[in-house]
């Protein structure tokens, strides 16, 4: 499995953005897909989770809940999440992740991540 996600960058507090991740290599209607972050000094978070196209089961962390919408798109093969009200605490490197054996199994790919940095 191959995951490239893009879409981070500067912004202020309160601000939007949206992410996205690409993902290649294994059939896509079936796979979990999850948005993980990384705060400067912190273990990797998992931040968000959508299950495979059949199920339609969405998962965030109290942390962004109410504020990041995860979806997925199943002929771009993508994975978005959508941020908005972001605070300088959801500074952090975001990547996306899939569990191969679907949402509830461990997730076992990763791809590189991309910065998000918001300003107070």
């Not at 339609?56 to 995860?70: D, H, L, M």
Request: glycine fraction near 14%; charge should be positive.
């Amino acid at each position: 499995v191959q995951l490239q996600a893009s879409g981070g960058g500067l912004v202020q507090a309160g601000g939007s953005l949206r992410l996205s991740c690409v993902v290649s290599g294994r059939p896509f209607s079936s796979l979990g897909l999850g948005w993980y972050r990384t705060a400067p000094g912190k273990e990797r978070d998992l931040v968000a989770a959508i299950s495979g196209d059949s199920h339609g089961t969405n998962w965030y962390a109290n942390s962004v809940k109410g504020r990041f919408v995860i979806s997925r798109d199943s002929v771009k093969r993508t994975v978005d999440l959508q941020m908005d009200s972001l605070k300088p605490e959801d500074t952090a490197v975001y990547s996306c992740g899939v569990a191969s054996r679907g949402l509830g199994f461990p997730f076992d790919f990763w791809g590189q991540g991309t910065l998000v940095t918001v300003s107070s």
